[in-house]
Antibody, heavy 122, light 107 residues
Framework: QVQLQESGPGLVKPSETLSLTCTVS?????????WGWIRQPPGKGLEWIGN???????YYNPSLKSRVTISVDTSKNQFSLKLSSVTAADTAVYYC???????????????WGQGTLVTVTS | EIVLTQSPATLSLSPGERATLSCRAS??????LAWYQEKPGQAPRLLIY???NRATGIPARFSGSGSGTDFTLTISSLESEDFAVYYC?????????FGQGTKVEIK
């Protein structure tokens, strides 16, 4: 079955870049679907960060767009998130997820990773 | 950006009771609404997509309805494992957005 697993540092210093990788098993990223990142600050709701379509098209939340980059490495069946110039407000559990959909229609998310807590602290 | 408003914020019910959760969109989103269940320490789980389609493996006691701006998630008879936080998400307009959540707690 499809499984996703986030990995990356749990602590990031203010003004630095947060980098996370999502490793996918049970499905080839290049075969289809959107692949997305969603975050959840402690005690708060879900916030969509961005998606990458299997063809490489990227879509970012306008509120984060200037700081976000999502990329894919099909040889490793992984996709990655980079969020620059982080502050304490970026402290959250970060989830990666698979999203059925097609270009022109955003996805819902049918498979999620377990999530990883990233804390921004000096 | 489309704003999704979920109500109530908290729903206090007993096992066996019916739960009705609401999600209202700030403009029409056709039927492009999904519902997720989140339990502490777990990732969200997709329950319903495109307003009324149950995701794979989701019990029949979960149902979704609505279109346009008003949507409902109904749990026909609450089981102990259903006490959780529920989020709606729209995918009609970019950027996709989530509601703030409804917590279903044991009364």
């Amino acid at each position: 079955q499809v499984q996703l697993q986030e990995s990356g540092p749990g602590l990031v210093k203010p003004s630095e870049t947060l980098s996370l990788t999502c490793t996918v098993s049970g499905y080839s990223i290049s075969s289809g679907y959107y692949w997305g990142w969603i975050r959840q600050p402690p005690g708060k709701g879900l916030e969509w960060i961005g998606n990458i379509y299997h063809s490489g098209n990227t879509y970012y939340n306008p509120s984060l767009k200037s700081r976000v980059t999502i990329s894919v490495d099909t040889s490793k069946n992984q996709f990655s998130l980079k969020l620059s110039s982080v502050t304490a407000a970026d402290t959250a559990v970060y989830y990666c997820a698979r999203g059925p959909g097609y270009v022109g229609l955003s996805p819902y998310f049918d498979h999620w990773g377990q999530g990883t807590l990233v804390t921004v602290t000096s | 950006e489309i704003v999704l408003t979920q109500s109530p914020a908290t729903l206090s019910l007993s096992p066996g009771e019916r739960a009705t959760l609401s999600c209202r969109a700030s403009q029409s989103i056709s039927s492009y609404l999904a519902w997720y269940q989140e339990k502490p320490g777990q990732a969200p789980r997709l329950l319903i997509y495109d307003a009324s389609n149950r995701a794979t493996g989701i019990p029949a006691r979960f149902s979704g309805s609505g279109s346009g701006t008003d949507f409902t998630l109904t749990i026909s008879s609450l089981e102990s494992e259903d006490f959780a936080v529920y989020y709606c998400q729209q995918r009609s307009n970019w950027p996709q957005t989530f509601g703030q959540g409804t917590k279903v707690e044991i009364k």
